[in-house]
């Protein structure tokens, strides 16, 4: 969870659930993408609430002065859930309005634009809402012509809007405090089911920005790669946007082809005639000759060999595919394993 002040901004204080925020995305941990965001808002003080190794956040993101922030950390005794966690950071608040975030969610909306809605519409809680193309896979939330929230429908087959909760919220102070301390709370299945039933003003923000969750692997992929293309909105790029991101000491033959914001880590070694698009390549990864790597994460020296393909598939830190194998479709490999040549196929030997 984090939670981010606004003293002296023009945003207040805001918050956000952050299961895998370190995870490196675009060169940089994914949480980093967030915060530039907050911070271009006017933002300057965060709170960040954790459950679970917190010093990885401390020891990387510190007072947060490196960044033109002022960072506060607070850590759960136990898992809180989504509403357990805002409450569990209530007593660092000073402010009336909290925006609050759901970390795994890579968006562009307007954060300004949210706040003003919530202040425009008297609310009690606000909610960003984004309109996607299949909406069955999420949970909707309708609204009326005013914008008020009319109620959270779960996922089903023949949903009723195209409007889904797109995980930020800005709160009244007041409804943080009333969340119950110190056992879990989902604000979806809970905190906002029992404040329409109070008859609270509950608004929805809706627009159609840039927004994707992160919460699997082909996303973290393709979210990826639209921060690196300039597709997502982001000022924590290690460098500038274009048809891939190569960090410090990778070597990169010239007869390779290396596009689609494919992140190419340090020390990455990619061999001539190698093909990698949309990928994520961890640092000191090998990519060897005629390989082909799409829309796939390779681990921290882990290898692809000469001829290889690898298509929509994670592999782990140093393991080996085998020259002229072929993953597709998902595979997973974990870390370490190694694929002898010609291993492993999903297409007939010619």
């Known amino acids: 969870m984090v939670l981010v002040g606004g003293k002296g901004t023009r945003l207040r204080p805001l918050t956000l659930s952050a299961p895998k925020p370190m995870l490196p995305t675009a060169g940089v941990p994914f949480l980093a993408h967030l915060l530039s965001r907050i911070r271009s808002a006017g933002v300057r003080r965060v709170v960040l609430g954790t459950s679970y190794l917190a010093e990885t956040f401390s020891d990387y993101f510190g007072d947060g002065s490196r960044f033109d922030m002022e960072i506060e950390y607070v850590v759960e005794d136990q898992p809180l859930g989504t509403g357990g966690g805002i409450r569990n950071v209530a007593k660092h608040l000073t402010t009336d309005d909290v925006l609050v975030f759901n970390g795994d969610v890579l968006a562009g909306t307007d954060l300004n634009a949210v706040v003003r809605t919530h202040r425009d519409t008297s609310a009690d809680v606000t909610l960003h809402l984004v309109k996607v193309q299949d909406p069955r ?62 008859g609270a003003r509950v608004s929805g923000h809706v627009d159609n920005a840039y927004w994707r969750d992160m919460g699997t692997p082909a996303d973290l992929v393709h979210g990826s790669a639209d921060l690196v293309r300039g597709v997502a909105p982001s000022d924590a ?114």
Not at 143 to 170: H, M, W
Not at 237 to 248: D, R
Not at 295 to 318: C, F, K, M, P, Q
């Open 137 to 198: 896979a999420y949970g909707c939330v309708p609204t009326d012509a005013s914008g008020q929230v009319l109620e959270f429908l779960e996922k089903t087959e023949d949903p009723p809007t195209d409007q889904i909760n797109a995980g930020c919220y800005v709160f009244r102070r007041s409804v943080i405090d009333s969340i119950p301390e110190g056992r879990p709370v989902s604000v979806e299945r809970e905190t906002f089911p029992g404040l329409l039933a109070a």
């Open 237 to 350: 790029l290690p460098g500038g946007t274009g048809e891939a991101l190569v960090l410090a000491d990778a070597v990169v033959d010239p007869e390779a082809f290396v596009f689609g914001g494919t992140t190419v880590g340090r020390g990455v070694r990619i061999g001539a005639g190698a093909r990698v698009e949309g990928a994520m390549l961890f640092d000191g990864a090998v990519i060897g000759e005629g390989a082909v790597v799409e829309h796939s994460v390779i681990g921290a020296g882990a290898r692809v060999e000469d001829g290889a393909l690898v298509n929509d598939t994670v592999v782990g830190d140093r393991a080996v595919i085998g020259a002229h194998c072929e993953l597709r479709e998902g595979v997973r490999v974990w870390p370490d394993v190694v694929l002898p040549p010609h291993g492993v196929r999903f297409s007939p030997d010619v």
